[in-house]
């Protein structure tokens, strides 16, 4: 059902998922980019987030003149990323002193099949 939700809002077809489990403030993901070869070179990328709001952090990869965006992830949020947004921005989940309980996150991706 996911899936399905993530295809429509995104026009887009997804062959992949992975589920990240945040137990509290003290899990994180540092800063990335999904730009592995097999994403090709604009994916689209649709993340779902359920459980405790978290704040993700972009950081542009090349401008440091540029500020940091930080978004708060409520629960049952979709973010899309795509264009771009691989090539020019890393981001990740940062650790949190703040009390929060677990999150689950689901990252919809088009992986593609390996060429002969």
């Known amino acids: 059902m996911l899936r399905e939700i993530a295809t429509k ?3 887009a077809d ?3 998922v992975l589920l990240n489990y945040y137990r509290d403030g003290r899990d994180s993901m540092g800063l990335h980019s999904d ?3 097999e994403l090709g ?3 689209i990328i649709a993340s779902f987030t359920f459980g405790s709001r978290r704040q993700l952090l972009f950081q542009h990869k090349h401008d440091n003149k540029l500020a940091r965006i930080r978004l708060m992830l409520p629960s049952g949020s979709l973010l899309i990323m795509r264009g771009k947004t691989q090539q020019e921005w890393k981001h990740g989940i940062e650790k949190t002193r703040k009390p929060c ?3 689950v996150n ?3 991706r088009f992986i593609m099949p390996e060429s002969t």
């Open 9 to 11: 809002m995104c026009d």
């Open 41 to 43: 070179p604009n994916p």
């Open 101 to 103: 309980g677990g999150r």
């Open 106 to 108: 689901l990252t919809y």
């Open 35 to 37: 730009d592995e070869s």
């Open 14 to 16: 997804f062959n992949s």
